[in-house]
């Protein structure tokens, strides 16, 4: 796989659901949670994370900054590589249900980059985004068929 493939399918992979706006370009509704009934990072977590409140203690705040800076930087990584993945035509099979389990994603993660060494001398975005779509693959290719065929 080249590497320019491996940077889209990463992207893509890493927060494919993590925000998406409607066509009228109108915020959609709260969500209520997901599939493993994990508690949502809200906007307003986000918030206080970059930008905590005076009276915290600097250990608190420091805190929030990798929080706020380890989100957005993840966030910006994912839409980034939606659009790679969505130009370079990369089938990208996650749950419709919801976002996967935390716990379900640092498993892939790890079992990846164990079996794949070579991948700890790439970005954590693309051996993060290989991961998810190395522990989802899509039906076709599961039943081992091509696009097209049935």
Do not use: W
Request: charged share 20%; proline share 7%.
């Amino acid at each position: 796989m080249s590497r320019n493939a491996l940077l889209a399918l990463t992207i893509a992979v890493l927060f494919c659901g993590a925000a998406r706006a409607q066509d009228d370009g109108e915020m959609p509704p709260p969500p209520q949670g997901n599939a493993a009934d994990e508690p949502v990072f809200m906007a307003g977590q986000l918030k206080d994370a970059c930008q905590p409140p005076a009276n915290e203690t600097a250990a608190a705040k420091a805190a929030g900054g990798k929080v706020c800076d380890s989100y957005l930087r993840g966030l910006a990584d994912g839409l980034f590589m939606v659009g790679a993945l969505d130009a370079s035509r990369i089938q990208l099979c996650l749950p419709d249900d919801g976002p996967l389990a935390l716990d379900d994603a640092k498993a892939a993660f790890l079992k990846y980059v164990t079996d794949h060494p070579e991948a700890l001398e790439h970005s954590a975005g693309l051996a993060g985004a290989f991961a998810m779509v190395a522990a989802n693959p899509c039906a076709d290719e599961v039943m081992g068929r091509d696009e097209g065929q049935e």
